[in-house]
């Protein structure tokens, strides 16, 4: 561990922040000084670090006895782009809350993923406003029902809070599901997405297809189950009646907020059908799969 001193002189080196890294995981710190205070700012990146609940709540419990002893403010924010953690202490304290705070941010138990309180309020807040902006924009009908393309601006606002809490995701509405996943089919350069009436949609929730020498046509079946309500092996047999009926359907994926009830992945009806013909993804692996959708190279093979 760097002592306060050696990074306040770092920070004061016309450097605006040093960068540290714990376990391949990079970071930045900055320390200054100023009218005797210590001031001591963390900048911790979505996706790659995570105080955990129980670490933070401990860390701020004890800083808000520091405050009320000492008459000094601080706080912990959040930005889409980043979370940061900014103490100000009075300066014969800032070794102290230094080591405090490093001892937190640098645990690698606590580097996994950003699930602390006040960044899952901050999330679910920013939420709503999101999908109120619409994730994505009609350009069109067809007989199955609109052809729909991804809006930029909110699904990169999206990427960032499931980064922050990928909880999230199950607290949005069925409808508001099926939308997300459509963009992020238009997101990875299909061609067609189309997003199916709300009623009367055979069993498909979206359709994407993609060109070329071999013409990809996937039919998505989309479930916003709370996390105790396991999808059945039932529900993905249905979709694998539907997509034996749907011309030219190439693959069928069932993706949902959930996850899949026990031994669903070895019925026999199911088992021969998954990697080629069927994608399963449950809650996890649909949100790491909406997060790679702008940071991976494999593009179309995301989600077909």
Known sequence: MPSLSDVREWSSNGKESVSLVIDGRPFTCRVTVRRGKTRIDFDLF???????????????????????????????????????????????????????????????????????????????????????????????????????????????????????????????????????????????????VILTPRSGDHGRDVIAEKGGWGTIRVVVQVKAHSAENLVSADEVRSLIGTYCMEPGATKAVLATTSDFAPRLKDAPNIAPLLGHELLLLNRKQLVERLVQTEYSRRGLSLFS
């Open 46 to 192: 979505p996706g790659n670090h995570d105080l955990g609940a129980e670490a933070s709540e401990r860390l701020w419990q004890q800083y808000q006895v520091y405050c009320t002893a000492h008459g000094v403010r601080s706080r912990i924010h959040s930005h889409f782009s980043k979370t940061s953690i900014m103490f100000e202490v009075r300066e014969e304290h800032g070794e102290k809350w230094f080591e405090r705070i490093w001892n937190c941010v640098s645990d690698p138990d606590n580097l996994e993923r950003i699930r602390c309180d006040v960044l899952s309020e901050y999330a679910r807040k920013q939420l709503g406003r999101v999908l109120t902006a619409t994730i994505v924009r009609p350009r069109g009908r067809v007989k199955e029902g609109t052809l729909v393309r991804v809006a930029a601006p909110a699904w990169a606002s999206l990427i960032e809070l499931l980064q922050i809490d990928f909880e999230v995701l199950s607290t949005v509405s069925p409808r508001q599901l099926e939308e997300i996943v459509a963009a992020a089919y238009d997101r990875i350069g299909f061609d067609r």
